[in-house]
């Protein structure tokens, strides 16, 4: 073969070997949600469907903030070569080093919106006024999109916590496309919770959690461009 031929390609950077890859990542990103949010997860699905148990529903929830955020780790730095995968490996780099950046954020959130949800459901033992309602609905919705993204952020950058929160709640004004897309997407976990249950979601996770980070992408380019050196 003559010095000017073009080089071989190389097993692994072809198009199905890029497809095999983010399955092998995909699938190995599942279990790796399972497996961390297990503890959570098997009271949940075991919950009854009804108000009083909202408390323990916030209780059961705090292993996904850390697992979802290990996760958009894992995927956005996956390897496209199918012959150099470790997505377990980058999986809990990413848990070790965001747990508690990620607590930090979550466990108000959680609380935040457990307040709001029983008071909700509990509106006339509460002597919640109706014309409340709005405005609980919006701050729910708030805290949930705000939270998201602040998951985001702290899953890909390394900021201090007040920093995070400011750019989370920042980017939902300035990045409105992120946000329509994110409270599409929380829409739909809620829509998949209620069709079917919380074990049928949990079984999408890492396609879920796929879909958040390319709906994210344009944020996380602004502060990558913006806020970083």
Same mark, same amino acid.
């Given at each position: 073969m003559s010095a000017t031929s073009p080089a071989r390609r190389q097993f692994g950077d072809g198009p199905l070997s890029r497809a095999a890859a983010r399955i092998h990542t995909l699938l190995v990103v599942e279990l790796l949600l399972l497996l961390t949010t297990l503890p959570g997860l098997v009271p949940l699905v075991l919950l009854?469907? &009804? @108000?009083?148990? $909202?408390? +323990?529903? %916030?209780?059961?929830? $705090?292993?996904?903030?850390?697992a979802v955020a290990a996760a958009l780790y894992a995927l956005r730095h996956q390897r496209p070569d199918l012959t150099d995968l470790r997505p377990a490996a980058v999986f809990w780099r990413g848990y070790r %080093?965001? +747990? !508690?950046?990620? +607590?930090?954020? =979550? #466990? !108000? %959130? $959680?609380? =935040? +919106?457990a307040v709001v949800a029983v008071n909700l459901a509990h509106r006339a033992a509460a002597g919640v006024p109706s014309w409340w309602v709005a405005p609980l609905v919006l701050v729910g919705v708030a805290v949930a999109l705000g939270t998201t993204n602040a998951l985001v952020i702290t899953a890909l950058f390394t900021f201090?916590?007040? &920093? #995070?929160l400011r750019l989370a709640l920042?980017? $939902? #004004?300035?990045? !409105?496309?992120v946000t329509l897309g994110t409270a599409a997407l929380l829409a739909a976990a809620a829509g998949i919770t209620a069709v079917a249950s919380d074990a049928v979601l949990a079984l999408l996770g890492s396609v879920l959690v796929l879909a958040l980070l390319?709906? @994210?992408? !344009?944020?996380v380019d602004t502060i990558r461009k913006d806020f970083t050196a």
């Open positions: 009854g469907r &009804d @108000a009083s148990n $909202l408390p +323990l529903v %916030a209780v059961c929830l $705090l292993p996904v903030g850390p %080093a965001n +747990l !508690p950046g990620v +607590l930090r954020i =979550w #466990v !108000p %959130a $959680l609380l =935040w +919106l201090r916590t007040r &920093d #995070v920042h980017f $939902l #004004v300035r990045t !409105p496309g390319h709906i @994210a992408e !344009p944020m």
